[in-house]
């Protein structure tokens, strides 16, 4: 099993930043794609960005693209979502996620194996 801890959510306005965090615990996330999802009032869960084990492929939802960083420390099991420029449409609760298919950078939910509670972001007009 591995445990996934998210953190950084909050109250931004538009045009500003927050770092999300996402720590990993139990079995080594060693090998796993990272990735990040949302979901906001009344929509479905939706793909915002993944990165595999050694960080050279990523992967962006195109709403994100541009705006959005994920980067991960191995070391220290964590993943990052570096979120600029934001708008309010980004308000959603953001979900860390693993896939322990570590050779692919999935934009599908179904995909990942293991997800965390989640942290709420809201960014006011």
């Known amino acids: 099993q591995v445990q996934l801890v998210e953190s950084g959510g909050g109250l931004v306005q538009a045009g500003g930043s927050l770092r999300l965090s996402c720590v990993a615990s139990g079995r080594t996330f060693r090998g796993y794609t990272m990735g990040w999802f949302r979901q906001a009032p009344g929509k479905e869960r939706e793909f915002v960005a993944a990165i595999m084990w050694s960080g050279g492929n990523t992967y962006y939802a195109d709403s994100v693209k541009g705006r959005f960083t994920i980067s991960r420390d191995n070391a220290r099991n964590t993943v990052f979502l570096q979120m600029d420029s934001l708008k309010p449409e980004d308000t959603a609760v953001y979900y860390c996620?693993?896939?322990?298919?570590?050779?692919?950078?999935?934009?599908?939910?179904?995909?990942?194996?293991?997800w965390g509670q989640g942290t709420q972001v809201t960014v006011s007009s």
């Open positions: 996620a693993a896939d322990r298919t570590g050779s692919r950078v999935s934009h599908v939910a179904y995909d990942y194996d293991y």
